[in-house]
Nanobody, 121 residues
Framework: QVQLVESGGGLVQTGGSLRLSCAAS????????MGWFRQAPGKEREFVASINWNGGITYYADSVKGRFTISRDNAKNTASLQMNSLKPEDSAVYYC??????????????WGQGTQVTVSS
């Protein structure tokens, strides 16, 4: 059974930081893109960041570029999203997904259950 489990969400003040983690089990994703997406209440799920198989290529939504950093550890079958300088508009449920078949695309096979990030003003 393939599972993606996110952790690290929480409540943080504007300007603060959080680090999200995604632990994969049941299958290795070391040859594929992995991605982070988010969905705020009343809005559609949107792309946040993607990373290629070895971490050599990353891609970010314009809204998070320069503030968020995606990384992965293939030995541990994990991905992370370091989020700095958080803004209230970053508040959403954040989802990890893999394998993804294109950078920046929600064309991903498995999705985690999500972790809530709330940024207070």
């Amino acid at each position: 059974q393939v599972q993606l489990v996110e952790s690290g969400g929480g409540l943080v003040q504007t300007g603060g930081s959080l680090r999200l983690s995604c632990a994969a089990s049941g299958r290795t994703f070391s040859s594929y893109y992995m991605g982070w997406f988010r969905q705020a209440p009343g809005k559609e799920r949107e792309f946040v960041a993607s990373i290629n198989w070895n971490g050599g290529i990353t891609y970010y939504a314009d809204s998070v570029k320069g503030r968020f950093t995606i990384s992965r550890d293939n030995a541990k079958n994990t991905a992370s999203l370091q989020m700095n300088s958080l803004k209230p508009e970053d508040s959403a449920v954040y989802y990890c997904a893999a394998p993804c078949y294109r950078l920046g695309s929600p064309s991903c096979e498995y999705w985690g259950q999500g972790t809530q990030v709330t940024v207070s003003s």
